[in-house]
T-cell receptor, first 114, second 112 residues
């Protein structure tokens, strides 16, 4: 099955700095890679996703890049703000056939210090 | 729209007791999922359903049962609770496949 490794497990940055979280996956057939943000005590929420036919996707201050050859993808947050503080989860899915199992990484606790 | 609603929000059980967690969604989604979240372990899929009347095992199904008698509801049952089932349980739904999951607010379960 798919295995997703996420690094780092914790990340602390100063407000205004950039933050990068990296994930690697094992199944070369995986073709969908979402990122979820979970604020303390809240539900996970999808913030951005990318499919394997795209190398990069941006949405305001967040971006995701995908390297299919190396089987890794990254979340980039620029101009970080205190409200970006949360746990971020990456995930991978091979959406072919009848696979409905989204495999999550173990999460990265991002702390943005004012 | 309420989205995905989970009940209860908190529950304490003694070892060997049983309980049912209820998940309801009002978005007419076909797919529903139960995940558990443990510190440092991410989100792990317990069971899922691809439509009314269907259920399937996920990554960590042992000790749990599920039912999807109505499209909008997905029930997670623990027949004989164990301390290892202490966790936060999240229900999620999606329109088609596990893309854009909509999560509920979670149920914090403690088994003593």
């Amino acid at each position: 099955g798919e295995n997703v490794e996420q690094h780092p497990s914790t990340l602390s940055v100063q407000e205004g700095d950039s933050a990068v979280i990296k994930c690697t996956y094992s199944d070369s057939a995986s073709n969908y890679f979402p990122w979820y943000k979970q604020e303390l005590g809240k539900r996970p929420q999808l913030i951005i996703d990318i499919r394997s036919n795209v190398g990069e996707k941006k949405d305001q201050r967040i971006a995701v890049t995908l390297n299919k050859t190396a089987k890794h993808f990254s979340l980039h947050i620029t101009e970080t703000q205190p409200e970006d503080s949360a746990v971020y989860f990456c995930a991978a899915l091979n959406s072919g056939g009848s696979n409905y199992k989204l495999t999550f990484g173990k999460g990265t606790l991002l702390t943005v210090n004012p | 729209n309420a989205g995905v609603t989970q009940t209860p929000k908190f529950r304490v059980l003694k070892t060997g007791q049983s309980m049912t967690l209820l998940c309801a969604q009002d978005m007419n989604h076909e797919y529903m999922y139960w995940y558990r979240q443990d510190p440092g372990m991410g989100l792990r899929l317990i069971h899922y359903s691809v439509g009314e009347g269907t259920t399937a095992k996920g990554e960590v199904p042992d000790g749990y049962n599920v039912s999807r008698l109505k499209k909008q509801n997905f029930l997670l049952g623990l027949e004989s609770a164990a301390p290892s089932q202490t966790s936060v349980y999240f229900c999620a739904s999606s329109f088609r496949g596990p893309t854009t999951l909509h999560f509920g607010n979670g149920t914090r379960l403690t088994v003593t």
